[in-house]
């Protein structure tokens, strides 16, 4: 019997030899594929830093022979070329351009790229005017080597992004994941993964929880709670993704336990689907974690975007449309007594009042009771001149002022009157949200019909659901869309009364 269980004892501790080899070895082709895929990010990051500085030496190298026609770079146009590589190191090197971008559209990181080299440029200017470094080179160079070069650098992560895209929807460099819990969360989180083989992230299946309302039937079940760790182990399972409700604290506590020695990536994607949120996202402040239900879609690059659009295209326009501006000036004085502008306080970004310009189109009268009529068919308040300018959007020039000023946008919610504003922001919902962004002088709505008069709570509800559309889906394209719309079809107004 004693030989009998030492033979025992050896087989067993044998076996458990072998099983532990086993893992052992399994954990070391886990942690190779990790330094593989490690060092394969840290080579692409850097092909694609060395290829915005190839990039933009090339472009104004190119540029300059194209505008003067000499192969050879003058002492001047090289010493701004170089220059401009030190700024790009300075700019661009500690920003998320290149960084992973699995999951991420490539519209946000072609914004965010024209944000930086927008910056990067503005400071070589900036830096060639006040060294009185740049008097002699061409205005014409300067833009085309800006221009070319962002086309550039654009066209280069497109293609990377669109082969990298094409490979993980074939099955290379993709990430395994397992979803806990079954509500609609977590089917719409399937079936996202699912749909966008680009992501490059393969779903095995999901672990139920007490708390699941439904089952998710394109992928199979993989156990319950308890089984979730050895399967993550055994499997080894790149991304936990846990879709409970927040009020199950203690469920998603005992999960970061058992996966506690874990090296898995976990997300947590809190029960927030069916809330009315508004530019929702996750940042640090003051290094604590904190999910924003309701912000400002224009915060950070997309602010100085914004601000930079604005100012140039309103300087540009009031240059252009100055005489036109002096003329219809001069018809208002003679068209009737008053003043030529109109000034009329209105809700800014914030809620804030503001004082927003009109060319005056109407003869001057005192509201009864300070209540503010909106301008109707055939009203008689308003003068013949100021009929056809409030018809074909005139009377509202004066606003690149205001957007110079910096209280307007060109392209955002057309503002109210206060009064109004304290009547709709009780009977239409998420009214007052239009005043997270500036006001502008046309909006999403406006090219959409919703101009002049709102005389249905049904009309200004409509209004509000568009301009709310272009806070969630704000871009530079999305306003140039809104811009030459405006320009093509907007001007006319047959709802201006």
Known sequence: MHSESRSALQGAAAGAEAASSAVGAARGVFEEQVRVRSKLYALLSWMLRASDLVLLVGAGWLVHWLRFGAAGLGADYAQAIGRGVLFALIVLSGTSLYRSWRGRRVASELLTLATLWLLMFGLMVLYAVVMKDGDHLSRVWWFGWFSLSLTAAMAMRIVVRGTADVLRSRGFDVRSAVVVGANHDAHRIVQTLQSQNWAGIRVHGWFSASVDSHAIESVPRLGDLSDLAAYVQRERIDQVWIALPMSAQHKIARILQELYHSTTNIKFVPDLFGMELLN??????????????????????????????????????????????????????????????????????????????????????????????????????????????????????????????????????????????????????????????????????????????????????????????????????????????????????????
């Open 280 to 497: 929702h996202s996750v940042e640090q402040m003051a290094g604590l974690p904190v999910i924003n239900l309701r912000d400002s879609p224009l915060e950070g690059n997309a602010r100085i975007v914004k601000a930079i659009e604005d100012r140039v295209l309103a300087a540009c326009i009031l240059l252009l449309i100055s005489p036109l501006l002096v003329l219809i000036g001069i018809a208002v004085k003679l068209s009737s007594p008053g003043p030529i502008i109109f000034r009329q306080l209105r809700h800014g970004i914030g809620g804030q009042p503001i004082e927003v310009w009109k060319f005056r189109s109407m003869y001057v009268h005192e509201e009864r009771d300070g209540h503010v009529a909106q301008a109707t068919r055939g009203d008689r308040r308003v003068t013949p001149l100021g009929a056809f300018l409030r018809r074909t959007s005139l009377d509202e020039l004066p606003q690149f002022i205001n957007v110079l000023q910096g209280t307007m946008s060109i392209v955002g919610p057309r503002p109210h009157a206060l009064a109004h504003n304290e009547q709709y922001k009780e009977l239409v919902g998420r009214y007052m949200q239009r005043h997270r962004v500036k006001p502008g002088i046309t909006g999403w709505a406006q090219v959409n019909g919703l101009r002049g008069e709102t005389d249905t709570l049904e009309k200004m509800a409509k209004r509000v659901e568009y301009d709310l559309y272009y806070l969630q889906n704000w871009s530079l394209a999305f306003d140039i869309k809104i811009i030459f719309y405006t320009v093509f079809t907007g001007f006319i107004n047959h709802n201006a009364y």
